[in-house]
């Protein structure tokens, strides 16, 4: 039994060793997050993926605690407030927010990331919702002609509120360059 996990482990291990060789050889797209007064607080990239993208990211100088993720419609970050990044991406309107919600179609959700107490967080996850730069499979295109960027915002999301889930403010944002 011990063996058996052993040799499922290390098959594992392995494959997790190849996966990221292979993911870079593909073009990646990078941003770097600002805060409200322009500060930089990290770095985000997102890779082509089978049927999605990865996405690394890694952020310092936020509030501990569980904030918000999303994908946003364009490639714009002007601070204070970044409302210039537009809303979530989406491939159909009208847009319905929230993984707990059966009739969501809003291409920007992501999990939320986890602030520790030094202020800052990193976090790897998959989104099959999306594309970096085709229309593949009806998905949401990150990098089109408006490019987009990825928004951090001050709250968790709750998964199922209108319109973006009870996230609150965008506390840090990244505009999505190849």
């Not at 295109?141 to 951090?152: A, E, F, N, P, Q």
Request: net charge negative; proline share 6%; aromatic share 6%.
């Amino acid at each position: 039994m011990v063996a058996l996990r052993i040799k499922k482990a290390c098959a594992l291990i392995a494959g997790l060793a190849v996966f990221p060789a292979v993911a870079h050889a593909e073009s990646a797209a990078h941003g770097q997050f600002i805060d409200a007064q322009g500060s930089e607080r990290g770095t985000v990239e997102v890779r082509p993926a089978p049927h999605g993208v990865l996405i690394h990211l890694e952020v310092s100088g936020l509030t501990p605690g569980w904030h918000a993720v999303h994908f946003h419609e364009k490639g714009s970050c002007t601070p204070d407030k970044f409302t210039s990044a537009g809303g979530h991406v989406h491939a159909t309107t009208p847009v319905v927010h929230g993984f707990m919600n059966g009739k969501a179609n809003d291409a920007g959700d992501l999990p939320n990331i986890y602030v520790g107490h030094d202020g800052s967080a990193r976090a790897e996850f998959y989104s099959p919702l999306v594309s970096l730069k085709t229309a593949e499979g009806g998905r949401s295109v990150l990098l089109d002609k408006d490019g987009g960027s990825v928004v951090i915002h001050a709250n968790p999301d709750d998964y199922q509120s209108q319109p973006i889930g009870g996230a609150g403010g965008r506390v840090a944002c990244a505009v999505l360059k190849e």
